[in-house]
């Protein structure tokens, strides 16, 4: 739709008639054009909380990995998520307005600074998030493109084992598969997570493609001689990239509330490492007393969730081109 | 042009049913505005067809849409829109529902799609009729059932309970416009209403048309790109270019005697059947075949069903250097044929051999080696090309595939074909959406000719083009076949396209070859009845010829015993008539003068 305004802004302007026999479609570009990309990035910095959900996302990204360190480098924060020491004021926060103080996020019963656990937690659970997405978009995409294109038994096959995924209650299934993986540390916990949560992007991908592959111009590609795999990667998937990018984003979300009530219900990352579904569930029954050991992972969960969904809104609002503008 | 407020905008009754004065429609879009419609003004009368005729983009749909209050949110209206004495731009949205309808009706372009595919003919037609308080229940039904047999649909009693896909595409425009008659509305608006369908059927309609608004005095604003349509049915016709409305006048005025340049123009390249007169055959005797295909027979799987034969037995052959025009109607399986001969789709028996190989039986290897030497052109300029690449790696796509050339070389002779395909060298770096329909179009040509192929297929390359764009580009089509001397095979609806490009025509229906031979011979002397019927109903650019022709086809369909059942052929008033209501009006007319009264 767009592109038909577009075609109309081009002849709207006041040019004299070209003289006979020439095109009437002369290329007069009056305004200036876009790539596809450039448009998708201007419509993406328009959307204020896409922009406001990307500021956050970054800035407790930035504020995890750059505090307490990350494999070995030490942070800006001196204490770790690990060694104990005396409680002191019966582990209450001591940030204010403006000033951190010696525990910002108070310490637990052990006297762990709550900070540096909550950072440690965030980490983790940034990692898987962000893992499982990317991992799943791969297998999801790779399952999808396969029965969309080669259609016929494959697309039986593959598209069966998708249903049978689909069918088992998710968390269950990720659950008795973390287990086994739990102890292996959280790059192989998130891979696992990843194998279980493909399958709706893989329907997806697998709907895209059936639409692409009728297009005339994979019929063209087809007729000059070009191979399978090459029309797939060069050909099709990347027109699917806007559908890929915006599942991607709301995997990745999905994939932090999956993994936090894993962690909760005791499948997920085990101890001694972290995450801030571990540290909810640690700390449960101290909800009454110590009420801050709750409220702080709470909040970067429903923070980071968030954030990743007004970007995934903000990116699905880009990459689709029939949404109006109002005047 | 002066942009006409808001503020003037009062109720006129001058006898019109339809009139525009001033309007002026902006557009705001991500990319700023866009000026569609510059400060028109248009009148339909009663008992009238107005013809608004331009190119894609040129305003004439969002001129109509403005009538119906149906512009989207975005767009500013500036101008008086008068329907039926009552200004439209003050009116609430209650009373928009109810004008929709009751005196202004649409009729769709495209009869698959303006139909709801879930409810039957009875739910849609009777919806229409109880909203707007015109008949309930048995009234509604019988009321529905008169409005089918007007526009002769046979057993409308029974049809009337049926879906719209127990109906053909010309059957669906006539309930289409039965559903448009059923308020019996002051002005139908008429958006192309004959685009999607073939030129028998087309006749059909545009027949239909004429004896309805005879009958009902309804006035109609056509809408159309076709300048045979405007001569076969318009009173008067206004030239839209670019937003502005260019010339108008009485039909015969604009099409016989045009006075703006664009007028000339558009009628210049529409194309006239039997406009080449009769030529000899490029290749003498029998040279080699580019093409050769022996009794195929192509089978579509149907689940539950006997698969559907889609093309039947079908024989043909195509020399070098020649082009070889397949025509036919929707349906007839001349895609299916040219898609066959690109082994995009198995035979179920008989020969494709494409340079003297048959594609049928061949492996994957050799078959790759064949495929360079063909090259392909497909119909939909927005959809043949890949929207993700510069259209310079499109172009080189074939001789990456092929491993041909150094990437030097391939950057040269990409910047050869565009300049044989007439595009400036520096479009190798744009995306497709940044070219309009045409250049899209010599794209694929460009493309289709890298690997300088022996034989090219080239499915309906012109039909989503409009008429002067086509003109050039088949201009350079044939410049083009004659420097490579490629073999081709050219499938097209369009007779008069056939007529100008092919050496020789093979008239194709229902799967099966009607006719076969040279050019002129078939199109100038055709022996089969279908061949006839086909040649007939293509209308021309000139209202005088277009009515003899009309007559011609009328007898003709009466010696085969077809007549169209409960439509009035005879002759309405005659052109004469009419054009006297309409004398003098050329140019723009002044806002609220209606012309020449």
Not at chain 1, 163 to 182: E, H, N, S, T
Not at chain 2, 65 to 75: C, E, I, K, M, Y
Not at chain 2, 128 to 151: C, F, N, Q, T, W
Not at chain 2, 227 to 252: F, L, N
Request: glycine share 10%; with cysteine.
């Amino acid at each position: 739709m767009s592109e038909d305004r577009r075609d109309s802004a081009m002849q709207g302007s006041p040019e004299p008639l070209p003289h006979a026999g020439s095109e009437i479609d002369d290329p007069q570009f009056t305004d200036k054009s876009y790539s596809q990309g450039q448009l998708v990035r201007r419509r993406f910095f328009r959307h204020k909380g896409a922009i406001a959900g990307l500021a956050v996302l970054l800035f407790i990204t930035l504020l995890a990995f750059t505090s307490i360190g990350v494999g070995g480098i030490s942070g800006w924060w001196d204490k770790d998520y690990t060694s104990t020491g005396t409680v002191l004021n019966g582990g209450q926060p001591t940030m204010g307005w403006f000033y951190l103080g010696e525990h910002p996020f108070g310490q637990d019963s052990t006297g762990r600074d709550y900070f540096a656990r909550v950072m440690r937690g965030t980490q983790v659970s940034l990692i898987i998030a962000f893992v499982v997405g990317i991992a799943s978009t791969m297998i999801g995409t790779v399952i999808g493109a396969v029965a969309g294109y080669f259609r016929g038994w494959a697309e039986s096959l593959l598209m069966r084992v998708t249903d049978l995924f689909i069918i088992i209650p998710l968390l269950v299934f990720a659950a008795v598969l973390g287990r086994i993986a739990g102890d292996s540390g959280i790059f192989v916990f998130a891979l696992v997570l990843a194998a279980v949560t493909w399958t709706g992007l893989a329907r997806l991908v697998r709907g895209e493609v059936l639409s692409l592959r009728e297009r005339e111009f994979v019929s063209a590609a087809r007729a000059i001689g070009t191979g399978n795999w090459r029309i797939i990667l060069r050909h099709i998937l990347p027109n699917t990239v806007g559908v890929i990018i915006v599942a991607t984003t709301f995997a990745i979300a999905s994939a932090i509330l999956l993994e936090t009530a894993l962690s909760y219900l005791g499948f997920g990352v085990q101890p001694p490492d972290i995450s801030l579904g571990s540290l909810i569930s640690e700390y449960q029954t101290a909800f009454t007393s110590r009420p801050w050991l709750f409220w702080f992972p709470g909040i970067f969960i429903l923070a980071i969730a968030l954030s990743v969904n007004f970007i995934g809104d903000g990116l699905r609002d880009a990459f689709d081109p029939r949404q109006g503008k109002d005047g | 042009m002066t942009t006409v407020e808001n503020t003037t905008a009062q109720p006129i009754d001058d006898g019109t049913v339809l009139s525009f004065s001033g309007l002026d429609v902006k557009f705001n879009t991500e990319f700023g505005r866009v000026h569609a419609v510059k400060g028109i003004s248009l009148e339909v009368r009663p008992g009238e067809v107005l013809a608004l005729v331009g190119e894609s983009g040129s305003g004439k749909s969002v001129t109509s849409t403005s009538a119906l209050g149906l512009l989207p949110r975005n767009a500013t209206i500036n101008g008086a829109i008068n329907v039926a004495g009552n200004s439209v731009d003050t009116m609430t949205d209650r009373a928009l529902r109810k004008m929709r309808g009751d005196d202004v009706a649409m009729v769709f372009q495209e009869p698959m799609t303006a139909l709801n595919p879930v409810l039957s003919v009875r739910t849609q037609m009777v919806e229409a009729l109880e909203l707007h308080g015109k008949a309930y229940g048995k009234a509604a039904d019988a009321r529905a059932i008169e409005l089918l047999s007007m526009v002769g649909i046979p057993d409308p009693e029974k049809r009337l309970y049926q879906y719209p896909h127990e109906f053909s595409g010309g059957q669906r425009q006539r309930i289409v416009i039965a559903m448009a008659l059923s308020c019996d509305p002051k002005v139908i608006i008429a958006d192309e209403p004959t685009t999607a369908l073939d030129v028998t059927v087309q006749a059909e309609i545009l027949d239909l048309l004429r004896s309805l608004k005879d009958e009902l005095n309804t006035g109609i604003l056509l809408i159309t790109h076709s300048m045979g349509v405007v001569a076969d049915m318009a009173d008067r016709v206004a030239v839209m270019y670019k937003g502005d409305i260019v010339e108008q006048g009485s039909a015969r005025e604009v099409l016989t005697q045009p006075k703006h340049d664009y007028t000339k123009r558009l009628l210049d390249a529409v194309p006239r059947l039997g406009s080449r007169g009769e030529t000899e055959p490029v290749v003498q005797g029998e040279g080699p075949k580019a093409l050769e295909v022996n009794d195929l027979v192509v089978e579509y799987h149907r689940q539950g069903k006997e698969p559907f034969r889609a093309v039947d037995g079908v024989s043909l052959s195509v020399k070098r250097g020649e082009i070889v025009g397949l025509v036919g109607e929707s349906g007839s399986g001349k895609s299916t044929i040219a898609r066959c001969a690109l082994g995009l789709i198995p035979a179920a028996s008989g020969e494709v051999a494409i340079l003297g190989e048959d594609i049928t039986k061949m492996r994957r290897k050799p078959l790759k080696a064949l495929r360079k030497r063909i090259g392909v052109v497909f119909q939909d300029p927005a959809s043949s090309l890949n929207p993700r690449l510069p259209v310079g790696d499109c172009i080189a796509e074939p001789m990456d595939v092929h491993k041909i050339g150094t990437s030097k070389s391939r950057r040269d002779k990409v910047a050869e074909l565009l300049d044989a395909v007439e595009l400036p060298r520096d479009v190798a770096n744009r995306y497709p959406h940044e070219l309009s329909g045409g250049q899209r179009q010599r794209v694929s040509i460009a493309r289709a000719l890298s690997l300088d192929p022996e034989l090219l297929v080239a499915d309906e390359p012109t039909s989503a083009l409009d008429v002067s764009v086509q003109a050039s580009v088949l201009k350079m089509f044939t410049h083009l076949q004659e420097q490579y001397n490629f073999g081709c095979l050219f499938v097209s609806h369009d007779l008069a396209v056939i007529d100008m490009l092919a050496d020789h025509v093979v008239v194709l229906k229902d799967g099966k070859v009607v006719e076969q031979g040279a050019r002129h011979q078939v199109l100038a002397d055709p022996q089969e009845e279908y061949t006839k019927r086909l040649l007939m109903a293509a209308p021309v650019p000139d209202p005088d010829e277009q009515r003899a022709r009309r007559l011609e086809r009328y007898e003709f369909m009466k010696e085969i015993g077809e007549e169209d059942h409960g439509l009035h052929l005879e002759e309405a008033p005659t052109r004469e008539d009419l054009m006297g209501r309409s004398a003098g009006g050329e140019g723009k007319m002044p806002p609220g003068v209606s012309g020449g009264n």
